[in-house]
Nanobody
Framework: QFQLVESGGGLVQPGGSLRLSCAAS????????VHWFRQAPGSEREGVSC???????????TYADAVKGRFTISRDSDKNTVYLQMNSLKAEDTAVYYC?????????????????WGQGTQVTVSS
């Protein structure tokens, strides 16, 4: 059974940092592009970042404009985990963060539909 589990969320002050983890079980996460999304209360879900599959060899990463220069996505294949390092956090980063993969478009960060989602982890940025 393919599963993704996010962790690392919490309450942090503006300007602080958190590192989110997306751990996979039942499949090798390095074979897939991994996408991070977030959804704030009353808002649509939005894409945050993506890292291409290790199979591409290019380590391609993408970021939403709102997080460029502050967030960094990476993977640890030995731990079957993808991370989202979030620095200089702002109140507007408050949301539930999810990771997801697509079976059909698994290598590059081009998927628009996703087959496996984690349960989400809450990030709250507040003083």
């Amino acid at each position: 059974q393919f599963q993704l589990v996010e962790s690392g969320g919490g309450l942090v002050q503006p300007g602080g940092s958190l590192r989110l983890s997306c751990a996979a079980s039942g499949f090798m996460l390095n074979l897939y592009a991994v996408h991070w999304f977030r959804q704030a209360p009353g808002s649509e879900r939005e894409g945050v970042s993506c890292i291409s599959s290790s199979m591409t060899g290019d380590g391609n990463t993408t970021y939403a404009d709102a997080v460029k220069g502050r967030f960094t996505i990476s993977r640890d294949s030995d731990k079957n985990t993808v991370y989202l390092q979030m620095n200089s956090l702002k109140a507007e980063d408050t949301a539930v963060y999810y990771c997801a993969v697509s079976y059909a478009i698994r290598y590059q960060c081009e998927a628009r539909e996703f087959d496996v989602w984690g349960q989400g982890t809450q990030v709250t940025v507040s003083s």
